[in-house]
């Protein structure tokens, strides 16, 4: 009687170059074949007995499964290999350890895998097309970070992550008299001079600005004359700045009042 399948691996194309053996109950090899170009694969003519089938691929983990051929039947066995093109590495907060999501796409950008890291931040992603691919880890608070890394079969890719923590900056809009300042636009600018960020306040003055590393920014309220004001962000905290705006008809300035500037 006859044992056939298919054996594919974890991302459902056939497993390259894989090999089913069949083992007597001694543990003596009773056949070896080479699994066809399209995952099938075929072992005929074994007598009525139990067997081990043991398949195997370069780069993927083994599996092996028991078989009974009572001789009235073919019998069928599927394999899925874990393994393929593998990829580990750890993802850390520069301030301390970060639980992230890794993303990895191809060069077409199709994502071919996802995983999430561990409490210490290591993953391990299995089952990965040779070549080359993008990984990307994204976490709370945090900017994103991405590496283009090659994967073989055989042997494991190896990345290290560091993602930069972003902060927040909010606050309010008054003219000098105490009144908010509704639909007051706030530009961020970094200390190279781009633009960063824009909001624009509310019915309440209020504003807030999400995504800033650390660093110096020079925030540009529009409204009246306008305004700037220097601030320093701290990531990871909540940053405030309250703009107090010279009034069209007061005294002529070029640079607003910073009534208050924290981290808390």
């Given at each position: 009687?006859?044992v056939?399948?298919?054996v594919?691996?974890e991302e459902?194309?056939a497993?390259?170059?894989?090999v089913?053996t ?12 080479l ?9 005929r ?8 089938l ?5 780069g993927?983990?083994p599996q092996?499964?028991?078989?009974m ?7 069928r ?5 874990a393994?393929g093109?593998?990829?580990t590495?750890?993802?850390?907060s520069?301030?301390g350890?970060a639980?992230?999501?890794v993303?990895?796409t191809?060069p077409?950008g ?6 999430e890291?561990d409490?210490a931040?290591?993953?391990r ?5 040779q070549g080359q691919l ?5 976490a ?8 283009v ?14 993602l930069?923590?972003?902060g927040?900056?909010?606050?309010v ?23 960063v960020?824009?909001a ?5 003055g209020?504003?807030?600005i999400?995504g800033?590393?650390?660093?110096q920014y020079?925030?540009v ?11 320093g962000?701290l ?7 309250d703009v107090?705006?010279e009034?069209?008809g007061?005294p ?7 009534s ?5």
């Amino acid at each position: 009687m006859s044992v056939t399948g298919e054996v594919t691996a974890e991302e459902g194309v056939a497993a390259p170059q894989a090999v089913v053996t069949v083992a007597g109950a001694d543990g003596s090899q009773v056949e070896r074949i080479l699994v066809e170009p399209d995952g099938s694969y075929a072992v005929r003519g074994l007598p009525a007995g139990q067997y081990t089938l043991i398949v195997s691929a370069a780069g993927y983990d083994p599996q092996a499964v028991g078989v009974m051929v009572d001789g009235s039947s073919p019998v069928r066995r599927d394999f899925s290999l874990a393994g393929g093109g593998v990829l580990t590495g750890t993802v850390r907060s520069r301030t301390g350890s970060a639980q992230a999501r890794v993303v990895v796409t191809d060069p077409s950008g199709v994502v071919v895998a996802q995983a999430e890291t561990d409490q210490a931040g290591s993953f391990r992603i299995g089952g990965l097309p040779q070549g080359q691919l993008v990984v990307t880890a994204a976490a709370a608070g945090h900017q994103p970070e991405t590496q283009v890394v090659q994967v073989e079969l055989g042997t494991p890719a190896v990345v290290e992550m560091v993602l930069s923590t972003v902060g927040g900056l909010a606050g309010v809009v008054t003219t000098r008299d105490g009144r908010f300042f509704a639909g007051a636009t706030l530009t961020a600018l970094d200390s190279s001079g781009a633009v960063v960020a824009r909001a624009v306040t509310d019915q309440q003055g209020r504003y807030r600005i999400d995504g800033l590393s650390d660093g110096q920014y020079t925030v540009v309220t529009t409204a009246y004359q306008p305004s700037a004001v220097q601030v320093g962000i701290l990531a990871g905290q909540e940053n405030t700045a309250d703009v107090v705006l010279e009034s069209a008809g007061g005294p002529e300035r070029e640079v607003g009042e910073l009534s208050r500037v924290h981290h808390s």
